[in-house]
């Protein structure tokens, strides 16, 4: 049985040089955003430490998305992570207002996000404990 030769004519070529870049952009096509509720049920009661824990978290994974995009040359954030992102402030923005009212020692801070200004709320537990 005859063995088909390899296509060496440039026909042959170009469709596989327009297919390429296209197969390269739909890998690249992104997730779907997986943003947390700003607003969750049962905030008002939480503790001054559990009130701090979430903020630490929430800070937790705001650094680390920040460092995962530091590592891209090409590519900035995504559309997905910029939702997550707007989501995760949000939250830590909330459940900082919340500390304030219940008095567990939150005080203002620089942004921590590049770019970002305003005052934004540190978190920090009395030593006491009461709550």
């Known amino acids: 049985m005859p063995q088909a030769l390899p296509c ?12 390429a870049p296209l197969l390269l952009l739909t890998a690249c096509g992104g997730r779907p955003p997986d943003p947390v509720f700003v607003r969750q049920w049962g905030d008002a009661h939480k503790s001054c430490v559990t009130l701090k824990g979430e903020m630490d ?17 090409f590519w900035g954030m995504s559309a997905a992570e910029k939702v997550e992102l707007a989501a995760w402030r949000g939250r830590y923005d909330h459940l900082a207002v919340i500390a ?32």
Do not use: H, M, W
Not at 8 to 19: D, F, G, H, K
Not at 57 to 73: I, T
């Open 8 to 19: 060496r004519c440039a026909s042959c070529r170009i469709p596989a040089l327009l297919l």
């Open 57 to 73: 978290d929430l800070q937790y994974r705001v650094k680390g998305l920040l460092a995962r995009v530091s590592n891209r040359f």
């Open 100 to 131: 304030e009212q219940q008095d567990c020692g939150a005080k203002p801070r620089e942004a921590a996000v590049p770019g970002e200004t305003g005052q934004r709320l540190q978190f920090e537990v009395p030593l006491s404990g009461s709550r």
